[in-house]
């Protein structure tokens, strides 16, 4: 279960204590890498949130994280608090509200385009100014593809969808067809 | 037990004056009277006793003539003095028991004769009145009977009546329900037209969307999906 709210507060606690430092772009950094680690490694998650672990052994193995990545004092200590108090497991929520507070920040948009077929650097250029135009910040495009567009692209900004896909439009030549009498 | 009683006493009565009549035709028939008195005794006996009846009248006629062929001379002492003082004792004697008879017994006769005249009158008049009544009866009956075909023909009449309107209401309630199944009908059908040309029109476009597909995919070139993706910014930069 996601625990949303309990990780934005985290999240803005944290972010605010970066930006008074000026050093919250290095606090996302070692949070997205802890993060990185809870998908890529099982067993550091239940190292750290096993609650059949004694509670000394798991801020052990946090301050053994802290000191590996070489984060500063403030993050280190960020880090350990959240294993005593038993909230390691939302970390990866943390991580992802203090990205957006990070983006949010510095004006940044995460946008995804949905091709029938690969896109080319100037084609995904094209797009990505035309999302910048649209939402007035820099926006950073991921890429896949999914054939079954048969055409056109599919571009999503936050809650701007632009769906420019051949199959849609024939799903709209179908409705019309439809609703005419 | 009264009537028994006087009824008895009636007959005892009627039986004393029959014993008394006899008595005397038997004292005056009695040959000891006189040596000729038995004929004039005949006489007497012949013109009193009524009762013997026409039997005894001929028996006594017959014994006249054999006395007067036998003794012609005792015609002139048959009011002899012994006799007729015989004869006074015993209407004396008549007179007497009339006497006890009508002490004794007019009061119970009258009062029978009474008592009966007056059950046939009471009896006379129940059946009057009874006569009255059944007559009465007859004609109230008869009335009735008169104004029951009357009744009748009104009942009938009025059946008829709300027959015919009870006929016209079922009618018209039957034209009614013709009328709404007819709509009913009607709706059905246009729904079923409705939906079958829907049905239709979807197919249509479901086969249209998918040989345009077809097409499109066919015919889709690389070219044209980068051009597609251009047209589209285009527009989307010309909207904003």
């Known amino acids: ?181 | 037990m009264r009537e028994v009683k006087r009824v008895a006493r009636g007959t005892v009565l009627v039986a004393a004056a029959l014993w008394f009549a006899l008595s005397c035709g038997t004292v005056m028939a009695t040959p000891e009277s006189a040596g000729t008195e038995g004929a004039n005794a005949s006489h007497v006996t012949a013109a009193a006793d009524a009762a013997k009846g026409a039997a005894d009248s001929s028996h006594e006629m017959k014994h006249e003539e054999h006395a007067a062929g036998e003794h012609g001379e005792a015609h002139h002492d048959s009011l002899s003095p012994p006799k007729v003082k015989d004869f006074g004792l015993r209407v004396m004697n008549f007179i007497a028991l009339m006497i006890i008879l009508i002490k004794f017994g007019a009061k119970p006769i009258a009062a029978a004769l009474s008592s009966r005249r007056n059950k046939i009158k009471t009896e006379i008049e129940d059946l009057e009145a009874r006569k009255a009544e059944a007559e009465k009866s007859y004609k109230e009956f008869e009335a009735k009977l008169a104004s029951v075909e009357k009744d009748i023909d009104t009942i009938v009449e009025k059946a008829v009546a709300q027959a015919t309107i009870e006929k016209a209401r079922i009618i018209e309630k039957a034209e009614q329900a013709a009328a709404d199944i007819q709509r009913q009908a009607e709706m059905a059908v246009q729904r079923e037209v409705m939906e079958a040309r829907r049905k239709l029109k979807n197919e249509i476009a479901d086969q249209a969307a998918a040989m345009a597909e077809e097409l499109i995919i066919k015919n889709l070139t690389a070219a044209d999906q980068v051009k597609i993706v251009e047209d589209y910014l285009v527009k989307v930069e010309a909207v904003q």
């Open chain 1, 1 to 181: 279960m996601k625990q949303t709210i309990l990780a934005r507060r985290y999240a803005k606690a944290l972010f605010a204590v970066g930006k008074e430092n000026d050093n919250y772009e290095a606090y996302n950094e070692a949070l997205q890498g802890v993060a990185g680690l809870y998908f890529s490694h099982r067993g550091v998650v239940d190292a750290l949130t096993n609650p059949l672990y004694p509670l000394d052994v798991r801020e052990k193995v946090m301050v053994g994280l802290v000191n590996s990545i070489g984060v500063d004092k403030i993050m280190g200590n960020f880090l350990n608090l959240l294993v005593q108090k038993k909230r390691a497991e939302i970390l990866p929520e943390i991580a992802e509200a203090f990205q957006i507070l990070v983006d949010t920040e510095k004006n940044i948009s995460h946008g995804t385009v949905i091709s029938a077929v690969g896109l080319s650097d100037e084609l995904q250029a094209s797009i990505r100014a035309a999302l910048e135009k649209l939402t007035g910040k820099k926006v950073e495009l991921s890429t896949s593809v999914d054939p079954s567009l048969i055409g056109g692209i599919i571009a999503k900004v936050g809650d701007l969808v632009l769906d420019g896909s051949i199959r849609t439009q024939l799903a709209g030549l179908k409705d019309s067809i439809k609703g005419r009498e």
